[in-house]
């Protein structure tokens, strides 16, 4: 499958494979630090050319790889300077470094607290560029406790709300699952939809 990368540099998430096109390139770029071309990477991942060069200029202009032309005409080709691990950097046009979703600032928080109720959460895992809402917070909660990602662990009463838990054994990596508009919970990590809302048969 082809994947477009869109103007803001996010790619389509793809049900197959489990990773987008961002991802996916910075994968084989990894793969293949030492040297590569644009043209390496897009058969290596399956991407549009066009695509693929948007996403290296990225990355080029934020430092994480450098192109080198040795004469006129010759291909271009590129080393890997530095290795941001894993995860693929999401980057704006200028390569500047995106802030993290809300969603990527709760799952790492709910590790760190440990427990926590959906106020402390909100005030944990907002940060000076991201405001996580208490709607958002609330939504995130309710799908991963669906997903069996959460616990309740004390449930809401007269002077508390209720707490929540990350279950140990649920923590599949360190990207989010993610609440898609068709309200499936879809974990990248595993690269598949682990729970989905059963469909209303009411007439």
């Given at each position: 499958m082809t994947t477009r990368l869109n103007e803001r540099g996010s790619s389509r998430l793809e049900m197959v494979?489990?990773?987008?096109?961002?991802?996916?390139?910075w994968e084989a770029v990894r793969a293949r630090r030492d040297g590569f071309t644009?043209?390496?990477?897009?058969?290596?991942?399956?991407?549009?050319?066009?695509?693929?060069?948007?996403?290296?200029e990225r990355l080029q202009k934020a430092g994480?790889?450098?192109?080198?032309?040795?004469?006129?005409g010759q291909i271009k080709r590129f080393v890997l300077l530095r290795d941001n691990g894993i995860e693929a950097p999401r980057l704006a046009h200028n390569g500047s470094l995106m802030?993290?979703?809300?969603?990527?600032?709760m799952w790492r928080t709910m590790r760190i607290l440990g427990e926590f109720n959906?106020?402390?959460?909100?005030?944990?895992?907002?940060?000076?560029?991201?405001?996580?809402?208490?709607?958002?917070?609330?939504?995130?909660?309710?799908h991963?406790?669906?997903?069996?990602?959460?616990?309740?662990?004390?449930?809401?009463?007269?002077?508390?709300l209720t707490r929540?838990?990350?279950i140990p054994s649920k923590y599949?990596?360190?990207r989010p699952p993610m609440i898609q508009r068709t309200k499936v919970v879809y974990d990248p990590n595993l690269g598949r939809v682990v729970w989905n809302e059963e469909p209303d048969h009411d007439c």
């Open positions: 494979g489990g990773k987008g096109g961002s991802q996916r390139i644009r043209l390496d990477i897009a058969a290596a991942t399956g991407i549009e050319l066009p695509s693929t060069r948007r996403y290296l994480f790889i450098s192109g080198t032309q040795q004469a006129v802030p993290p979703t809300a969603q990527e600032l959906c106020h402390e959460l909100v005030g944990h895992a907002s940060t000076a560029d991201v405001t996580v809402v208490l709607s958002a917070a609330q939504d995130y909660l309710k991963l406790h669906h997903a069996g990602y959460v616990v309740v662990v004390k449930k809401a009463g007269p002077n508390h929540y838990r990350v599949t990596g360190p």
